[in-house]
């Protein structure tokens, strides 16, 4: 039977390369976003084993009627997230990083919640984090903090909802349209966090797509967080 994945947030960047890697070795993707255009691009790109539908993962009700109609699943990956919560510290509001968790951390527990009804017992989750969450860098506290809320449920979900498997990814910076709020700086900035990893380079989509693909197919692994950062954090920083 072809095997099922539903990506929640797989129109572009990341959750995209996914579904066109998952499809690719043969299984039924689904993909979902909160704009019909960029759905239907996504559904293109991924060809004739991928489907889509408009959902917003922070609306408990959208997500559980979605995975009620769709049946059952046998793999779901969770790539919801917004632009929130970056900056300096000290002008860190409260609002913000209200946003910053309402966009990843609680749109991810509800997509996850919603999904356990009709996941397949032994299925997987596979949650998307981001290397943040482990990182000494200035002006990330916020990200880090919302990133690591979602990598630190990893373990205990892993016993809690055995035998499903539930994992993360955690990438570093990887090129996408993530990065593009800073307009003409963009590409001076990734060329300086290239510098910083000790492969020489920032990430692509299919790098983390290809980490996602290895917990999905590999059915001993669970309760892990897996870093696609390129090494940036081997390399010793300079006070």
Same mark, same amino acid.
């Given at each position: ?119 397949? $017992?032994? #299925?997987?989750?596979?949650? !998307? %984090?981001? /290397?943040? &969450? ?6 990330? @506290? ?16 892993a016993v809690e909802l055995a035998p499903v498997r539930v994992n993360a990814v955690s ?14 700086d963009r590409q001076g900035a990734l060329d300086a966090f290239a510098s910083a990893t000790?492969?020489? $380079?920032? #990430?692509?989509?299919?790098? !983390? %797509?290809? /980490?996602? &693909? ?6 001993? @692994? ?18």
């Open positions: 039977m072809t095997e099922r994945v539903v990506i929640v947030g797989g129109t572009s960047g990341i959750g995209l390369a996914a579904a066109v890697r998952l499809a690719a070795s043969g299984r039924e993707v689904v993909v979902t976003g909160r704009t019909p255009e960029r759905l239907e691009r996504a559904v293109k790109e991924i060809g004739e084993r991928g489907s889509g539908a408009v959902a917003d993962a922070r609306d408990p009700e959208a997500m559980c009627d979605l995975f009620a109609g769709l049946g059952r699943v046998d793999h779901v990956v969770i790539n919801v997230s917004g632009r929130k919560g970056a900056g300096p510290f000290r002008s860190l509001s409260p609002d913000e990083l209200r946003r910053a968790l309402d966009d990843k951390l609680v749109a991810q527990v509800v997509a996850a919640q919603a999904a356990l009804p009709v996941l397949r $017992r032994d #299925g997987s989750l596979t949650f !998307v %984090a981001a /290397a943040s &969450a482990n990182s000494a860098m200035a002006e990330v @506290a916020g990200l880090a903090a919302v990133n690591g809320a979602i990598q630190s449920m990893i373990p205990g979900l990438p570093g910076v990887i090129d996408t349209e993530w990065w593009d709020w800073l307009g003409d000790t492969v020489g $380079r920032v #990430g692509t989509p299919a790098d !983390v %797509a290809n /980490a996602i &693909a290895y917990l999905i197919e590999t059915g001993y @692994a669970t309760g892990t967080v897996l870093t696609v950062d390129g090494g940036v954090r081997l390399k010793p920083r300079l006070a």
